[in-house]
């Protein structure tokens, strides 16, 4: 009696150990978001970004845009394009500040342009192409493992969208890309690998900016041309290709 006991017990404890799913591995998730991310042709989207930073002294500043995202991948090139509107209001020694900008970002697979407008006066910017700003999941990782200790958060949802979820801790308060200095946890889609949700933490832990990627459409058909930099008339491109390493 005693042996059928210890048997069936073993048999408990044995399913109980086999139904507790193992936990997957950063390495093991960089390698399946960078697969689907790759059979990503193209996508269009909405972007929101809210920040509200508390920088000391009783000063504070609030920030909100919203932008239209276009992307297609080319070859072995990422085409991106980013129009995107952003108020400002800053709080400083009881002093209220407002400013607007209207910007747009383009990527042509080669360069990175950027213009915005602020108090009616226009300004661009060429740079060299980084395929971590059009959102390139192996670069992304790549740099985070040389700047930030990775951890592997609970699956959680954005919309009806199934996410991992990674922290991301800087090494040291100069590798955050972030002002807070803090940690950053990212929500990347497990269908598309597609990074739909971004909260960055200040030092203390506490959320401070929010990037929400909505309205996803995988597929969508997109003009080449929109991925066509023209500089607006009357403005100089600044080449900041000739001064970057």
């Not at 500040?97 to 080669?110: A, L, R």
Request: charged share 25%.
């Amino acid at each position: 009696m005693l042996r059928t006991r210890s048997a069936g017990y073993a048999l408990v404890i044995a399913g109980l150990i086999g139904g507790v799913s193992r936990a997957e591995t950063i390495e093991e998730i960089e390698k399946k978001l960078t697969e689907a991310y790759a059979k990503v042709t193209s996508y269009t989207a909405k972007v929101t970004v809210d920040m509200n930073m508390d920088t000391g002294d009783g000063n504070r500043t609030t920030s909100k845009s919203e932008s239209t995202m276009e992307w297609m991948r080319k070859g072995d090139k990422v085409l991106m394009r980013a129009d995107s509107k952003t108020s400002t209001t800053a709080n400083y020694g009881g002093q209220e500040m407002k400013m607007d900008n209207v910007g747009t970002m383009i990527c042509d697979g080669e360069f990175l342009y950027s213009v915005s407008e602020m108090m009616g006066q226009k300004s661009a910017v060429k740079m060299a192409y980084d395929p971590k700003a059009a959102g390139d999941v192996a670069g992304m990782f790549k740099t985070l493992r040389e700047q930030a200790e990775l951890k592997v958060l609970p699956d959680e949802k954005v919309g009806d969208e199934d996410c991992y979820v990674i922290e991301s801790t800087p090494k040291s308060t100069g590798a955050s890309p972030m002002p807070g200095g803090g940690a950053m946890r990212m929500y990347f889609s497990k269908k598309s690998g597609i990074n739909l949700k971004a909260v960055a933490l200040d030092d203390k832990g506490k959320p401070f900016s929010t990037t929400l990627t909505t309205d996803v459409k995988i597929g969508a058909s997109i003009a080449a041309d929109r991925f066509v930099f023209k500089a607006p008339e009357g403005v100089q491109v600044m080449d900041m290709t000739k001064q970057q390493p």
